[in-house]
């Protein structure tokens, strides 16, 4: 287990440079505010977590648009020929590379001047290729399981950083250096704003420090294994059903592996996502005299979501922890 602090102060400066220099390659100053309607910077993000950055910090400044619809799970993106036009269109494009293949396969043909990828604006790690949290990995490959060609489960590095609001709140700092680069007419008002979100963050990270400090039990299990940025941060342990990946399916034997973790560490529930089926986490459940609940990873928002927009769903996923967790 590893509980991080927030990465210090100093890094904002860090951030500013990552920011402008994610940028694969700037127009003129002020150029870049003009494909948007009403003369708005036109901002393309590749799915909600970046949506919602973009809606966060451009405000009234940016038109944004987003190529993963609301109920679309995001690792199964096919990009169509008119969002390849969007992307060649967009002045600032926002996307998280190895989350989403086809994505990464349109950016890179796009020929789009402003490409912010969140991957360079927070170090990625490996919960999908090492520790507790990669077993179904091992397990699929051991028994031949077929690839899904997402590029993260290639690589092994984990894209779910947006759970981790430290981390999630690097990659705004970035982004708003970003576009102040791209729209510097407006560059004040990004700089505001990015601040007022990174301190929305900061005081996220602090509700769940103090809602995770005394729990009875350190160890969840999920369907999906988005959570391992979290579960280091706040010192739990995420087990995976499947890993990185969603799609994958669990081995018979990892499924013997979480029944024997759930009852050597208290485990009282098994969570799924709204975006995914809940089969296996009710297979896993009645096997274990355990109870379901949700933990949302985040990936989209829809009318089954416990919430809004990230605020509301983090929030809603830190209940939801407390309560299996036996919050003290």
Not at 20 to 36: I, N, Q, R, Y
Not at 69 to 90: F, M, W, Y
Not at 208 to 223: E, P
């Amino acid at each position: 287990m590893n509980v991080r602090g927030l990465i210090p102060a100093a890094a904002l400066a860090g951030a500013v440079t990552l920011g402008a220099t994610a940028l694969t390659a700037c127009s003129p100053a002020g150029a870049g505010a003009s494909g948007g309607k009403d003369g708005k910077l036109a901002v393309t993000a590749s799915f909600y977590p970046m949506q919602y950055l973009a809606e966060q910090i451009g405000k009234d400044h940016v038109q944004v648009s987003t190529l993963t619809k609301p109920g679309v799970e995001p690792h199964d993106l096919e990009i169509t020929p008119r969002q390849t036009g969007q992307l060649s269109e967009a002045d600032v494009i926002l996307y998280l590379k190895s989350l989403q293949p086809a994505v990464d396969k349109a950016v890179a043909q796009s020929g789009a001047k402003n490409v912010v990828d969140a991957a360079t604006l927070t170090p990625l790690e490996t919960h999908g290729a090492a520790g507790h949290d990669d077993h179904a990995a091992e397990d699929e490959s051991a028994s031949g399981g077929h690839d899904h060609d997402h590029g993260h489960a290639e690589s092994g590095r984990d894209p779910h950083v947006w759970l981790d609001p430290a981390k999630y709140a690097d990659i705004a700092k970035g982004v708003g250096a970003a576009l102040e680069k791209a729209d510097p007419d407006h560059a004040a008002d990004y700089a505001k704003n990015t601040g007022e979100l990174v301190a929305k963050l900061t005081a996220l990270d602090t509700e769940f420090k103090d809602g995770l400090r005394n729990t009875a039990s350190k160890t969840f299990i999920t369907t999906h294994a988005a959570f391992g940025y979290l579960a280091e941060r706040y010192g739990l342990d995420q087990q995976g059903i499947s890993g990185v990946d969603p799609e994958s399916e669990p081995s018979p034997a990892r499924m013997k592996e979480l029944q024997a973790a759930a009852k050597k560490d208290n485990v009282s529930t098994v969570f799924f996502e709204t975006l995914a089926g809940d089969k296996t986490a009710k297979a896993l459940a009645g096997d274990t005299g355990l109870k379901t609940d949700v933990l949302d990873p985040l990936e989209g928002i829809t009318d089954k979501s416990q919430g809004a927009d990230y605020f509301e769903v983090m929030r809603s996923n830190l209940k939801n922890l407390q309560k299996a967790l036996g919050a003290k």
